[in-house]
């Protein structure tokens, strides 16, 4: 059973920062992609950060050099690290994992988002 599960989300000032943090897919037989999406109000869902199993590190453009993806050495976690935040990153933020079973099916998992605002 796979449940991700974001925490980290809230209000934060501009220029402020926060860290959000997705588990729950343990479960997940091998792991492709972990990721993490936002949908801004109005707006359709983007990527905005991105590990792809051995393959680079990709970010949107409008995040690079503030956001930071990582994941811990058992790969059970993904973070996503947000520096010098600002009113435009105000979004729901899913995490995203691309998951492949044991006879090499891939499948689509999401969370069920955590708000960040940003504001004064």
């Known amino acids: 059973q796979v449940n991700l599960v974001e925490s980290g989300g809230g209000l934060v000032q501009p220029g402020g920062s926060l860290r959000l943090s997705c588990t729950g897919f343990r479960s997940v037989f091998s792991v492709a992609t972990m990721a993490w999406y936002r949908q801004g109000p109005g707006k359709k869902r983007d990527m905005v950060a991105r590990i792809n199993s051995g393959g680079p590190i990709e970010y949107a453009d409008d995040v690079k050099g503030r956001f930071t993806i990582s994941t811990n050495n058992a790969k059970d976690t993904v973070n996503l690290a947000m520096n010098s935040l600002k009113p435009e990153d105000t979004a729901v933020y899913y995490c995203?994992?691309?998951?492949?079973?044991?006879?090499?099916?891939?499948?689509?998992?999401w969370g069920q988002g955590t708000q960040v605002t940003v504001s004064s």
């Open positions: 995203y994992i691309g998951g492949i079973s044991r006879i090499g099916a891939y499948y689509d998992y």
